[in-house]
C-alpha cells in the first residue's frame, strides 16, 4: 500500500497548498491512502466540517486532530457525522468522536487508522501507550488490516520515540504531529515500522509555527495579552512523508520525506 502523511495544516495558505496537491500526487505517486493532520486547518485553530469535506473532496482519506481539536465548537456537533474525521483517542470516555477509524480502499484492502496525544508537556489525557494498544488489540496487522497508521501529536520528541518503538513491528507508520516542524529522523524501525518524529507543518514557514511573526514574537518577547495570533498567508509548503507497505505483513518496505513549495527545500519520493 502507498501512504501518504502530512503534517498539521495552519490555516487557508496550507489548506489551498494540500487540495492543490493532493490530487496531483494521488496520481503522480500512485497512492492509496492519503491521511493528514487538521487541527489547526480553521484560521490556525482547529478543523470546521466543510473544510473536512473540502480536503475529502480533494482525494483525503483521513483527517486526524489533535490539541486544537475543539477550537471550532461546532465540530464538538458534528464530528460523530464524519468518521473519517479522528480525535485523539486517549481523550476520557464520552468524548464525541472516534481516535481512530478502519478506511476500505477501492480494491477493497482494509487501513486502519488512529490519532493520540502524548501528555508530556501537554493536557493531562488518559495513557496515549494503552489507548493505542487497546485499538490494535482488536486488528491485526497483515491479517484483518493491511495497514496501520498512527499519528502520536506530541510536544517531546522522546514521547513519540518511545511510541515508534512500542507499536515497531506492529504498525506501518507511527509518525509525530504538533510541533510543525519537520525532522530529519525518517527511517524504518528494526521491526518494520516506518517512523518519523515530526512529519512537519502544510503551511507558511516565514512565521512561528505558522502564525503571524509579529503577534507570536510579542508574547515571548512581552509577557502581557497581546493581538490575537493569525496565520501566516504566505506561499505554504506542503510537508509530510510517503511509505509503501508490503500488504502480505504491513510493514513499510520504503520511506521518504516529501516537501513541496514555499521556504523549505523540496523533496520527492522517487519511488
Ligand atoms: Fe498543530
Ligand atoms: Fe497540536
Known sequence: MRILFLGDIVGRTGREAVMEAVPNLRR????????????????????????????????????TLGNHAWDRKDLVGQIDAEPRIIRPANYPPGTPGQGSVVVELVDGRKALVINVMGRQFMEALDDPFRAVTDIMARHRLGVTVHAVVVDIHAEASSEKWAMGHVLDGRASLVVGTHTHTPTADHRILPGGTAYQTDAGMCGDYDSVIGMGKDAAIARFLRRMPGERLQPAEGVATVAGMMVETDDATGLARRMAPLRIGGLLAPTMPDF
Open 28 to 63: 503522480d505517486l500512485r497512492l492509496d491512502l492519503v491521511v493528514v493532520n487538521g487541527e489547526n486547518a480553521s484560521h490556525g485553530f482547529g478543523l470546521s466540517l466543510p473544510i473536512a469535506r473540502d480536503l475529502f473532496a480533494a482525494g483525503v482519506d483521513v483527517v
